[in-house]
């Protein structure tokens, strides 16, 4: 069964005082909620999350499990630290680190064999919105990032226009819908229907409070990925509660 799913991506953003926000977190019975902190606080966040129904998540990993690579975490460590997910491929990281589709496939890896789950992202420029490229950009991100052996277990994929992050524009319903039911078939084609079905979907990019439940009308929208509004538990509770009851 497709999980419906909420995750917040905090970013570099908190501190050990920041997690008190975790045990206000309301999580509903259907739905899995994952909180992503930076990495020195995965540990802490991890216990706090067991006592409150909360999964934890990494926001990037490195494709390998240890050796000579200063400052970077593996995905075998963020297990250790009693994590459950990675984000990997966060257009954020995708710019800033120049990481393209064959590094985040190799991530994406590298959490599968730690026994974590994936939220890996994808999304077009503005530019390319502009010049209709998205369902272009989509494909091939999907085909040059996603590896082979998806199943529902291991991938969750978020679809996050860059121009929508944390800019507080959000594209029309029927856009996100457009997107969404395209990624639906293009795992479809790849890995089956019954493995596609239960793969869920996220929708990032200025999710907030006052729109989440439109957002959440989207048959194949199973849930967000959320930056800003996840980092106070009185603007995430509504928009984990707008997804229960959607
Ligand atoms: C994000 O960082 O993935 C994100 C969607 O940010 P925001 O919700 O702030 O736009």
Same mark, same amino acid.
């Given at each position: ?5 909420? #995750? ?26 994952? +909180? ?10 991890? %216990? ?24 970077? =975490? &593996? ?16 257009? @954020?990281?995708? %710019? #800033? ?12 890896? #590298? ?10 992202? +994808?999304?077009? &420029?503005? @530019?390319?919105? @502009? ?6 950009? +989509?494909?091939?991100?999907? &085909?040059?990032? =996603? ?38 078939? @293009? ?19 200025? =999710?907030k409070p006052g729109?989440a439940a ?15 509004a &996840?980092?106070?538990a009185d603007d995430f509770n509504p928009i984990i509660a707008a997804l229960?009851?959607?």
């Amino acid at each position: 069964m497709r999980r419906k799913l909420a #995750a917040g991506n905090w970013k570099m953003n908190g501190s050990s005082a920041a997690l008190a926000e975790l045990s206000a977190l309301a999580a509903p019975a259907d739905c899995t909620v994952v +909180i992503c902190p930076p990495a020195p606080l995965l540990f802490r966040a991890a %216990e706090i999350g067991a006592e409150n129904s909360l999964h934890i998540g990494a926001q990037d990993c490195h494709h390998e499990n240890g050796g000579a690579f200063t400052g970077d =975490v &593996s995905a075998p460590m963020i297990a250790d630290a009693g994590a459950s997910y990675v984000i990997v491929g966060h257009s @954020e990281r995708r %710019e #800033a680190c120049n990481e393209r589709n064959r590094d985040v496939r190799a991530k994406a890896k #590298a959490t599968w064999a730690a026994g974590l789950t994936a939220i890996l992202c +994808i999304g077009e &420029s503005l @530019e390319d919105r @502009e010049a209709d490229n998205t369902l272009d950009i +989509i494909a091939g991100q999907l &085909s040059g990032s =996603v590896p082979n052996g998806a199943t529902a277990d291991n991938l969750v994929v978020a679809y996050e226009p860059i121009w929508a992050i944390g800019t507080g524009k959000v594209p029309t319903l029927d856009q996100i819908k457009e997107v969404h039911d395209f990624i639906r078939a @293009e795992l479809t084609e790849r890995f089956g229907a019954t493995v596609a079905n239960d793969i869920s979907l996220l929708y990032g990019g200025s =999710v907030k409070p006052g729109n989440a439940a439109e957002i959440f009308q989207a048959e194949n929208v199973d849930g967000a990925l959320v930056g800003g509004a &996840s980092l106070k538990a009185d603007d995430f509770n509504p928009i984990i509660a707008a997804l229960a009851a959607s």
